[in-house]
């Protein structure tokens, strides 16, 4: 029998919790024992895709999407980030060490600004929002990720920050002692998290 993907691992064991009287803590606990792993998780989002697609159409804004691609997925690697998904404006990727997203994320925004000479249009301006997280998240076949995190680090990128802001969970922000920060906030009503201060 060949072996099975985690997608289809995954869909077994939720078909099995599903069932009546099955015992959900022990299917979770299985669950996460399988897929949970400890990640880093950064969502990026680009300013003003309305905006500018109303403007100057969205081929002009697919440009601007591939060029910051190409400043961003050299900083992604050299970080040991890994790019899990491209959707739209957004980039989805994990890393192992909090402090190596940390330091991703800022570097990111100074390529940004140093994209954005002054001679540069406000057309052809690339500023990117970003949003960090730090616990426990479900990996599927290295393609698709699962978690508080992710959904925070997605709420923070694209709701919250700013062009040029970096805002970080509670979480994250205990796991990199010292990061200054110049604004808190809260999210979901109840968990702190943290305007970085740009490097």
């Avoid at 792993?37 to 100057?56: C, I, K, N, P, Y």
């Avoid at 790019?83 to 909090?98: A, I, M, T």
């Avoid at 508080?148 to 509670?170: F, I, P, R």
Wanted: one cysteine or more; hydrophobic letters at 45%; aromatic letters at 8%.
């Amino acid at each position: 029998m060949p072996d099975m993907t985690d997608a289809t691992e995954l869909a077994s064991l939720l078909a099995r919790r599903r069932q009546a009287g099955a015992d959900s803590a022990t299917i979770d606990a299985e669950i996460f024992a399988r897929f949970g792993r400890t990640q880093a998780v950064m969502f990026t989002d680009l300013v003003g895709f309305s905006r500018v697609v109303e403007a100057f159409g969205i081929v002009h804004f697919l440009q601007l999407i591939q060029e910051s691609e190409a400043l961003f997925q050299p900083l992604i690697a050299q970080h040991r980030g890994r790019c899990l998904k491209h959707e739209g404006d957004s980039l989805l990727v994990l890393f192992d060490e909090p402090a190596q997203a940390v330091a991703c994320a800022h570097a990111m925004v100074q390529a940004t600004r140093t994209a954005n000479d002054p001679g540069r249009g406000p057309e052809d301006r690339i500023e990117v929002c970003i949003g960090l997280g730090y616990g426990t998240v479900l990996c599927i076949d290295d393609a698709d990720v699962w978690g508080a995190e992710v959904n925070a680090a997605s709420k923070l990128g694209e709701d919250t920050a700013k062009g040029g802001e970096v805002w970080v969970t509670d979480s994250l922000y205990a796991a990199v002692p010292g990061l200054p920060f110049t604004d808190t906030g809260t999210l979901f009503g109840k968990r702190t998290v943290y305007r970085l201060q740009s490097a």
